[in-house]
């Protein structure tokens, strides 16, 4: 519609939404845009977070093609995205089904959600004396005959930190999804059930299609979310002020320790730009895929 054929109420909206949009652009460019292209330039220098930044083109990015511990850390990244987020999504749909007609499902709901509002630091804490060698999990194994486990051996404690991972999340996103299946109307279930289905037909044809909205955006959620997670990592294989072991690193710790990070930093800014610029390109490419392979029609009920 023309500028000409606008209604006058039309144009009294028109007027009103720069003054609303524009504080919250400002500070949206401020607290995010800024930063963010500082970082992109940050990245192609040599900078120590002191002295002036020197120009270096790609060579940050070379490099950390060339680095192990950037390479570990990517991996370790994508094991998190992609590993602990499947598995975090077939156990909150496998609730989500034992929930949704269990009487007291609210109260059961709460504590499987009750990890994630307590603080990752007393996790890892709790996390460590669990798996450490005379920890509870070996006293159980104990009890019933069996010799401890090293859990926390080199070659196991990223699997450690993993399945905390799942732990913790779980039930955040069995909350999301059992919202959305909450909304959609018993009488669906009712007329499903005297057609003969069966709870995974249900599963299939009643409640994943009238709550896929909600499903997409726990998928995009998630997929933001994970490249963040550093708290735990940090407080479960730190040790008195010194950084985990680099095999346990993600993309968020790796910028960690290659700034301040540990008991010596060593203050590689524009380095660590670069990575963090590497991970925003991974996470922007994936959402943009997500989004595209979840599309789906609104269904209105």
Do not use: C
Not at 7 to 16: D, F, K
Not at 122 to 143: E, H, K, R, T
């Amino acid at each position: 519609m023309s500028a000409t054929t606008r209604s006058p109420l039309e144009r009294r909206r028109g007027r009103i939404f720069a003054p609303f949009l524009a504080p919250a652009l400002a500070l949206y460019t401020a607290l995010f845009i800024g930063p963010t292209l500082y970082s992109l330039y940050t990245s192609f220098t040599d900078w120590d977070g002191i002295n002036s930044p020197q120009w270096a083109g790609t060579r940050n990015y070379s490099q950390l093609l060339n680095d192990p511990a950037f390479r570990s850390a990517f991996g370790n990244t994508l094991k998190i995205v992609f590993g602990v987020g499947a598995a975090i999504f077939v156990l909150s749909f496998g609730f989500m089904l034992m929930l949704r007609e269990m009487r007291g499902r609210r109260v059961i709901r709460g504590v499987i959600f009750l990890p994630h509002i307590v603080s990752s630091v007393v996790l890892a804490i709790f996390w460590g004396v669990l798996l450490s060698l005379d920890g509870l999990l070996n006293q159980a194994l104990d009890g019933i005959g069996i010799d401890p486990v090293e859990w926390l051996r080199p070659g196991w404690t990223m699997s450690a930190v993993l399945v905390a991972l799942v732990w913790i999340n779980t039930g955040y996103y069995v909350t999301i999804l059992m919202a959305g299946v909450d909304r959609i109307p018993v009488s669906f279930y009712e007329a499903a059930r005297l057609d003969g289905t069966n709870a995974w037909q249900r599963f299939r044809y009643v409640t994943l299609p009238l709550s896929w909205d909600v499903t997409a955006a726990a998928a995009v959620l998630w997929t933001i979310t994970s490249v963040k997670i550093f708290e735990f990592i940090l407080a479960f294989g730190g040790n008195q002020g010194a950084l985990p072991p680099t095999y346990q690193w993600n993309n968020a710790m790796f910028v960690y320790g290659e700034t301040v990070g540990g008991i010596t930093p060593v203050n590689q800014f524009g380095y660590a730009a670069a990575s963090a610029v590497t991970t925003l390109v991974f996470v922007a490419v994936l959402v943009i895929v997500l989004r595209r392979l979840m599309r789906r029609e609104p269904l209105q009920f």
